[in-house]
Structures are given as C-alpha cells and as structure tokens.
C-alpha cells in the first residue's frame, strides 16, 4: 500500500498530548510565589497556543501582575525555569495517539510546536517518542512561530520532504492559520484547545479518532 504522504508534521500540545493538567500545575507553582491564585483548567486552554511567552503573559494580566518592561521579562523568565523543570510524564498523549504512530512507522514524522524546546523534549523523553520523529521545532528554534508557516517549512526541509507530499496535523486556530498560509494539506484534530466550531476552521480531514488519522496518511 502506497502512503498518501512522504511525511507527516504534528502539532504537539492539543493534538497528540492533552496538557492543560500540567501547564496548570507549572503556572500554579509559579503564580503561588507571586501570592497569587492559581489558573484555572479553562483559562489554561484559553492561554496556550502562542507559544510559552505569550502564555506568560496571559497569565500575568489575568492575575494583574506586570506583564512589560523589564518586571515583566524576569516575571516570564522566572515563568519559563519552571516550565523546563515540569516533568514531561505530566503530559498524558491522547488514547490512539501511540497506536497511530505505530501504524504510520514507515511515513517519517516531524514536530511543530510552539511550546519551547526544552519542556518539547522533557515530554518526548518522557513518553518514550525521542526517536520517533525526525525533527523537532519549537517555538524558540526560530525567531518567528506559527501562525507564520516559516517554522513549519522548517521542519518539512530538515526532513528532506516537500510541502506538497506534507500532511500537517494541528488542533487549534494557530495551526489551521500556519497550514493555510503554507498551503499544505491540513488534518484538525477536534478534541484539543480550539475555541472556534471544528466545523468553521479549514481541514482536509477533522478527526478525533486517530485510528481515522492513520487511515488516512495510508491512503486506506
């Protein structure tokens, strides 16, 4: 059987990790040292998507500390020594991720995210995914993130494909901008940390059984 894709890239926090639990716990212990209350699990899936910085700062406007100037950079660098620590095992993937990814073995796989690379590999680490995927970029590998397709044409040269045989895989707002302005092949994964109807945002495929995702890179 011939693949439908030479290679496939994939969001990670929302598509195959649900990761709200853990971005909590980090934000919490950052914000308990501020004498300030906790994040909630909504506002945690209403922050994330940006990258870490942007987060941060969502964070620190919520709770009225300073977001700006140089209070706010050492708020958000004090914020990022506690994002490296998390431990990546806090970071459960969803049920079928892993079965999917033994399904499509023989497709080379890449990662595009915008969460920073060090709690990127604490969570590959951690599920056992370091050799699965032939390259990883996150959002401090370049000066740009998505939704600019730069970060996502990275990752499709490092794996010597093209954008054109390139299935991207994303579950959010960001990822569906990042696939249309790269105008690549697009699958939404519909169970993670959108907040527009599935329906409304641009995919080739919606899904939340990854069984149907590995059928369709096979062309089954």
């Not at 300073?66 to 706010?72: L, S, V």
């Not at 990883?136 to 499709?156: C, M, N, Q, R, Y």
Request: charged letters at 25%; proline letters at 6%.
């Amino acid at each position: 059987m011939n693949a439908r894709y030479d290679a496939v890239v994939f969001d990670l926090d929302g598509t195959l990790i649900d990761s709200a639990e853990a971005v909590k716990k980090i934000a919490a212990r950052f914000l308990a040292e501020q004498d300030a209350a906790p994040l909630t699990i909504d506002e945690v899936r209403g922050f994330v998507g940006n990258g870490g910085d942007v987060f941060a700062q969502r964070m620190l406007r919520s709770r009225g500390l300073e977001a700006e100037g140089n209070e706010g950079r050492a708020h958000i660098a004090r914020f990022f020594e506690f994002y490296a620590d998390g431990p990546g095992s806090d970071n459960p993937p969803y049920p079928g991720v892993n079965a999917m990814l033994d399904a499509i073995a023989a497709v080379p796989v890449g990662m595009c995210t915008n969460k920073p690379y060090a709690p990127t590999v604490n969570v590959l680490d951690a599920l056992g995914w370091t050799t699965r995927f032939a390259t990883v970029v996150a959002g401090d590998t370049l000066s740009v993130k998505k939704p600019d397709p730069e970060p996502l044409f990275h990752t499709i040269r490092l794996m010597g494909a093209t954008p054109e045989r390139t299935l991207f895989v994303g579950d959010s707002e960001v990822d569906t901008e990042t696939a249309k302005a790269a105008g690549i092949d697009y699958a939404l994964h519909t169970n993670g940390y959108r907040k527009t109807p599935a329906e409304d945002l641009p995919a080739l495929l919606r899904f939340d059984d990854f069984g149907v995702l590995a059928d369709f890179v096979l062309g089954k």
